[in-house]
């Protein structure tokens, strides 16, 4: 129900009360009572019965009202409580989301400086090399290797160990071809594909006889020398697709190695190493045991003489008791004599 509607009733029954209160006040006292005046006083009544439902829908309106408000206030806690909570896991996430940025930005960075190294020959050698060099260094003592050591034709391999028991030394020279693969891999076309593959034979047979030819030295170095390729994609291609450039490699006694293969062939020294140097130590471990074999004769020597020492003892210990016996039946004589002094005792004079 609209207040303007109660203003309006109210203003009606307030205007006929003014009517019926003029024409009660303006009619003689002998004149009989005024129709209109009960009509007035019918509408009076008729308007207070509507003025009380209004009252009451007013009520039931502000209870409804009171009613909306609570659950609308309950309904906005909730929804606030809910998006409070929703705004903190958000807020979590984004904190998540933050870390990961950062990291994602300096594997960025690291992939950048990576690509860096790689796209420079010597930067990708000076990698290589020190790949290798780690390998080498957690695998064999440092009395086994040296790195850039100067061979009898001036020429400087990346690493060269030195076998005790042979002068020949292994050579290992760590070779990057990463240009003529990262060709082979952007080639277009059965041309374009052809040149790449040309070139990778080429390039890697180069490495293969540069090493051949400088590190292979009769009498000084091993063969079959080691060729280092530090990347297992690299070597897998080789493998998979340049099976002539393997078999070229192994007929010019160049060994082509990942890392993991390199891994294998230095636990394999470190193996070799282990069994030299038992080798070495046989005549000394043999007069050892010659020596722990005689102590365990001589042991052998005491422990019977001591068994004989223990039987002798037994026996005197047992010739010991046979005389503390006597005694004993000797004193048992004597004390007997003591008591009856008169009669001669027949078991002292058999003693």
């Known amino acids: 129900m609209d207040f303007a509607l109660l203003i309006l009733a109210i203003a009606v029954v307030a205007a006929a009360l003014i009517v019926a209160f003029a024409l009660v006040k303006a009619r003689p006292a002998q004149l009989p009572p005024d129709a209109r005046l009960d009509t007035v006083l019918s509408a009076q009544g008729a308007i207070s019965g509507q003025f009380q439902q209004t009252i009451a829908a007013q ?3 502000s209870q409804r009202i009171d009613a909306l408000n609570q659950r609308l206030g309950e309904s906005l806690k909730d929804t ?38 790689l796209s420079n020959k010597q930067s990708r050698g000076a990698f290589g090399q020190a790949q ?37 030394a292994i050579v290992i020279d760590s070779k990057f071809p990463l240009e003529c693969f990262e060709g082979l891999r952007r080639a ?9 593959l040309a070139r990778v034979r080429a390039d890697v047979l180069k490495h293969v006889n540069d090493i051949a030819g400088k590190y292979l030295i009769e009498g000084e170095t091993q063969s079959p020398a080691i060729m280092f390729v530090p990347s297992e994609s690299i070597y897998a291609d080789l493998h998979d697709g340049f099976s002539d450039v393997i078999q070229k490699a192994h007929r010019a006694q160049v060994i082509i190695v990942s890392p993991n293969i390199l891994m294998l062939a230095i636990n394999t020294i470190q193996t070799v190493m282990k069994d030299a140097r038992m080798r070495e130590q046989a005549h000394l471990i043999q007069r050892e045991v010659g020596l722990l074999l005689e102590d365990v004769k001589r042991l052998d020597e005491r422990v019977e ?12 210990i047992r010739d010991i008791g046979v005389s503390a016996e006597k005694i004993a039946r000797r004193g048992n004589a004597i004390e007997q004599v003591e008591l009856a002094p008169q009669q001669a005792n027949p078991a002292l004079a058999a003693d």
């Open 305 to 316: 003489k001591l068994g004989r020492h223990f039987a002798q003892a037994e026996g005197d």
């Open 132 to 168: 290798m060099e780690e390998i080498v260094r957690d695998g064999l003592p440092s009395s086994l290797y040296q790195f850039q050591s100067t061979l009898s034709n001036n020429c400087r391999p990346d690493c060269v160990i030195r076998l005790p028991g042979t002068k020949a």
């Open 59 to 61: 009520n039931q309106l």
């Open 188 to 196: 277009q076309g059965d041309e374009e594909r052809k040149l790449a």
């Open 80 to 117: 606030t409580d809910k998006t409070a909570a929703t705004l903190g896991s958000i807020g979590e996430r984004l904190t998540v989301i933050d870390e990961a940025q950062k990291n994602i930005t300096a594997l960025s960075g690291q992939v950048v400086s990576l690509k860096e190294v």
